[in-house]
């Protein structure tokens, strides 16, 4: 009985953020989606993850009054505020609530109007500031108090379900909490971080439905695509490394200052230029991971496409970061990944039938995630999830990871990749 009564604080805690944090994700959602609706008049979907029927005129405008907007409402709140980073948040910095909603909020309307960040990093943040907003409140109540692990805890679980209610991915919630976060696996955490995901992800699909994020087409994987997966995680452990690198770079020498009023709009004109060709380019990538696994044919025109898609992502996406743009980096490296992927299936399925250029593209994004992220388990469940894979995908997924991280950790005892 003792030992109920001191854990009845944690279930109702965790129960309870469950919900408050899966309505801020379900809001986070309806924001995304108004957004696009309002400035591009499209609905996104796996079907078509970014407005190609607007014409080049619009999506231009859309992404450069969206960097113009988001620049001044950054630039004005970074004078009073710091974006506080999620392990700091973790380990007790506290995150003003209101002022991380306005940070939250300027993200989604900055990847809505079609520039190119993740958007996975807000929900991510309303999550944990929501935790310290409850444990502060009931911090001194008897009855609903958490001591000071239980608090690093609940707030890196309700940073993992933020993510799961926007992406319906409750077990790369859970283990985004565990493995990038809380850093600690034990029956505890699992139970707390899984229940907090699932209830975050049911109340988030009343929005976004149960379908999968991208479409892959057969998700059942051959054994003859391991051979695939031994390459891939070599190459990807190796640019996700990279790309892990010169994210660190940006962020490092970020704008924050009077700067950004003038950089960030910048870069939103050169992504709004090219997205007017090119409306792969905007967003978080979603888009051109899509053109990646929709690849069936390897033709010059089609290379080029993809090739072209990989330097102006990787490009625009670090540019953003630089020059005082905030969000989340998980959905560009899987679509840099699936590019990779793509290419290197372009070749394989000539010589071993069974195996498509879809699945390839699935690998490399999986497992240039797992680099860029220093996650390997969030990595492979991640796609795990958003594709709707069954339980083929587990062997090459797993193996491939396994040898993207191995490389990467290596990679970084050098001084180059340091």
């Known amino acids: 009985m003792a030992k109920i009564i001191k854990n009845l604080p944690l279930a109702i805690a965790t129960v309870a953020l469950g919900i408050i944090v899966g309505l801020s994700s379900l809001l986070v959602s309806v924001a995304l989606d108004l957004t696009e609706k309002l400035f591009l008049h499209f609905q996104e979907s796996n079907l078509v993850p970014v407005d190609v029927s607007a014409g080049g005129m619009r999506r231009f405008t859309s992404v450069l009054v969206g960097g113009i907007i988001a620049a ?37 309307f900055f990847v809505g109007t079609g520039n190119s960040i993740g958007r996975e990093l807000a929900p991510r943040e309303a999550g944990a500031a929501l935790a310290q907003k409850w444990e502060d409140h009931f911090h001194d109540n008897k009855f609903l108090g958490l001591d000071a692990e239980d608090r690093r805890m609940i707030t890196a679980a309700a940073a993992g379900a933020g993510f799961a209610g926007v992406y319906i991915a409750p077990i790369t919630g859970a283990v985004f909490c565990m493995e990038l976060l809380y850093k600690k696996i034990n029956a505890r955490v699992i139970a707390v971080s899984l229940t907090m995901s699932v209830i975050a992800t049911l109340i988030g699909s009343i929005v976004k439905g149960y379908q999968p994020y991208y479409l892959v087409g057969s998700k059942t994987f051959q054994l003859q695509i391991l051979p695939l997966a031994l390459f891939l995680g070599l190459v990807c452990g190796l640019l996700g490394t990279l790309f892990k690198k ?14 950004v009023l003038a950089q960030l709009p910048a870069v939103a004109a050169v992504t709004g230029g090219i997205a007017a060709f090119f409306p792969q380019i905007m967003g978080n990538g979603r888009g051109l991971a899509q053109l990646a696994m929709n690849t069936t044919t390897h033709s010059k025109a089609v290379i080029l496409v993809l090739l072209f898609g990989l330097v102006a992502k990787v490009l625009v996406t670090l540019f953003v970061m630089k020059c005082g743009g905030y969000g989340g980096v998980l959905t560009p490296s899987i679509a840099v990944g699936a590019v990779i992927g793509a290419f290197a299936g372009m070749v394989y399925v000539s010589f071993i039938p069974g195996v498509t250029m879809a699945q390839a593209a699935v690998l490399g994004a999986a497992f240039l995630l797992a680099a860029s992220q220093q996650a390997p388990l969030m990595a492979m469940f991640m796609l795990f999830e958003v594709c709707h894979l069954n339980f083929s995908a587990f062997l090459p997924l797993a193996m491939g990871v396994a040898i993207s991280i191995a490389l990467s950790k290596w990679l970084q005892t050098k001084s180059f990749f340091a």
Not at 76 to 88: C, D, N, S
Not at 246 to 259: C, E, P, Q, S
């Open 246 to 259: 010169y994210i660190g770079m940006a962020k490092a020498h970020r704008a924050t200052t009077v700067n």
């Open 72 to 108: 001044i409402v950054w630039y004005l709140l970074q004078r009073h505020y710091k974006p506080v980073k999620l392990g700091k948040a973790v380990d007790g910095q506290r995150m003003p609530l209101v002022k991380t909603l306005i940070h939250v909020y300027t993200q989604i």
